[in-house]
């Protein structure tokens, strides 16, 4: 079934269903229609929604919807490095040389996920990819303190990022379109990469106004900041948004964190410690 599922994706015009989706979920017959059976079918929390005056207005509004303050809290520990997002984490461990763990079996070249001269940085690095689930809240914040330097946009394919695919399709999240965040903190550099997926109908930036998918005609775009203008974050800063639910992979440098006990599917939260970086010796 899934093989056959997997060649189903490879053939179906996966970019142009996704704009379709896209721009339905921002109209408000799609929040008429869908609102209720998706809280319902997903079991989502909207307790810990900031809910609009009116009610969400369309879906896209729904899907990219802020929390209450409170719900998330953020680590204050010192060196801690946080989850950016709500999700469940798929793989984590170190980058052998210049390759990333995608699944068992499976994985892929920095060279690939991060095609410029910054893939460099992250040789014999750390890893750690998130996923997250059309239920998750899609806000992503930085999981450190420090400056952003720049990021990457690199079109791409749109497959679904589910564990079959990421099991079955070589190189998935490389043939994906990607939205990276360079971030340097004072123990060295840090991305943290977007992927986007189907239906997944834009990835915004909240440190800056560009957007994935405004047009049909995608290309890439690298922005690096002058150093005097670079974005400062704190740990828990929101840094973008999923318009629907995707993927995301952080890279850390060579001798730069120690992971806590982690393990595969473990639920984790905005702020959550997940490791922390390595003393620097004097």
């Not at 189903?8 to 142009?16: G, Q, S, W």
């Not at 998706?38 to 990219?64: Q, S, Y």
């Not at 461990?93 to 001269?117: C, E, F, M, S, W």
Request: net charge positive; hydrophobic share 40%; glycine share 6%.
């Amino acid at each position: 079934m899934n093989g056959f599922l997997i060649f189903f994706f490879h053939i179906i015009p996966k970019a142009f269903l996704s704009r379709i989706f896209g721009y339905f979920a921002r109209t408000r017959l799609s929040a008429h229609l869908m609102l209720n059976w998706f809280v319902n079918r997903f079991k989502i929390n909207l307790n810990e929604a900031l809910i609009p005056e009116k009610g969400f207005k369309t879906m896209d509004e729904f899907f990219t919807r802020k929390l209450k303050p409170g719900v998330h809290n953020i680590d204050k520990t010192s060196n801690a490095v946080v989850s950016p997002v709500d999700a469940v984490i798929a793989e984590f461990g170190p980058v052998t040389g210049t390759r990333v763990l995608q699944a068992k079996n499976i994985d892929y070249l920095l060279a690939d996920i991060i095609p410029n001269h910054m893939h460099h940085f992250f040789i014999d690095g750390s890893f750690l990819t998130l996923y997250l689930s059309p239920s998750d809240y899609h806000r992503i914040h930085s999981p450190v303190d420090g400056d952003v330097m720049g990021y990457l946009y690199i079109p791409g394919k749109l497959f679904p990022v589910a564990e079959f695919m990421t099991e079955g399709v070589n190189r998935l999240f490389c043939k994906n379109e990607r939205m990276i965040t360079f971030i340097q903190t004072s123990h060295g550099k840090c991305a943290v990469i977007k992927v986007g997926a189907m239906n997944v109908g834009r990835i915004s930036l909240s440190y800056d106004d560009f957007e994935t998918n405004k047009t049909a005609f995608r290309k890439k775009r690298e922005n690096f900041y002058n150093s005097a203008f670079q974005p400062q974050l704190s740990r828990g800063d929101e840094i973008g948004a999923f318009h629907l639910g995707s993927t995301v992979i952080m890279l850390f440098e060579k001798d730069m964190i120690n992971w806590h006990i982690l393990r595969q599917n473990q639920r984790v939260r905005v702020g959550q410690k997940l490791g922390e970086f390595k003393k620097k010796e004097l």
